[in-house]
């Protein structure tokens, strides 16, 4: 399983790290091209767009990952490991609400779109709505996966619970 998941994870790093690079070869190309030659690509402009929703929504995802997230932990430092997880729970419950949301949304803006196409590049623009579905669908596994780990077999433990663990063996 852990093989699995590195393997995943280089994955999600080369993905962002190819768009990333490509995003900025383009927009830099156009901008020399358009500054000393007069001239630009016409397609780079709206690539780069669709490049950057989607670099947006798998950075969520390396982000979710690693639990990098803005949060609040304040009240769960104080409370026993029981309330911890309970509030932790919860917590995951709202998540994937939330991202259940994200994909029923999207998944009705990819039908609404789908006969929509870049005027540049030809694209669908269907293309930028699964990126929120997509990215949406694994971060609930992720945090099924994370709630799981966690809440059952005291793994992958989150910060604030491994300062908590850390407390009580001193």
Same mark, same amino acid.
């Given at each position: 399983?852990?093989?699995?998941?590195?393997?995943?994870?280089?994955?999600?790093?080369?993905?962002?790290?190819?768009?990333?690079?490509?995003?900025?070869?383009?927009?830099?190309?156009?901008?020399?091209?358009? +500054?000393?030659?007069?001239?630009?690509?016409?397609?780079?402009?709206?690539?780069?767009? +669709?490049?950057?929703?989607?670099?947006?929504?798998?950075?969520?995802?390396?982000?979710?990952?690693?639990?990098?997230?803005?949060?609040?932990?304040?009240?769960?430092?104080?409370?026993? @490991?029981?309330?911890?997880?309970?509030? +932790?729970?919860?917590?995951?419950?709202?998540?994937?609400?939330?991202?259940?949301?994200?994909?029923?949304?999207?998944?009705?803006?990819?039908?609404?779109?789908?006969?929509? +196409?870049? @005027?540049?590049?030809?694209? @669908?623009?269907?293309?930028?709505?699964? %990126?929120?579905?997509? %990215? %949406?669908?694994?971060?609930?596994?992720?945090?099924?996966?994370?709630?799981?780990?966690?809440?059952?077999?005291?793994?992958?433990?989150?910060?604030?619970?491994? %300062?908590?663990?850390?407390?009580?063996?001193?």
């Amino acid at each position: 399983m852990q093989k699995v998941l590195k393997i995943l994870n280089g994955l999600l790093t080369i993905a962002i790290t190819l768009i990333f690079t490509t995003m900025v070869t383009l927009v830099f190309m156009n901008v020399a091209l358009r +500054y000393g030659f007069n001239s630009g690509i016409t397609w780079s402009e709206e690539m780069a767009r +669709y490049l950057f929703v989607w670099i947006v929504f798998l950075g969520a995802i390396a982000a979710f990952k690693d639990r990098s997230h803005l949060g609040v932990d304040v009240l769960l430092g104080v409370l026993p @490991p029981i309330g911890q997880k309970i509030i +932790y729970v919860v917590n995951q419950i709202v998540i994937i609400g939330l991202l259940v949301i994200i994909i029923d949304g999207g998944l009705k803006m990819i039908v609404v779109n789908s006969n929509s +196409y870049g @005027p540049a590049t030809g694209m @669908p623009l269907s293309i930028l709505f699964f %990126a929120a579905t997509f %990215a %949406a669908s694994i971060m609930i596994i992720m945090s099924f996966v994370q709630t799981v780990q966690y809440v059952f077999l005291n793994q992958n433990l989150p910060s604030w619970a491994k %300062a908590k663990e850390e407390e009580s063996t001193s």
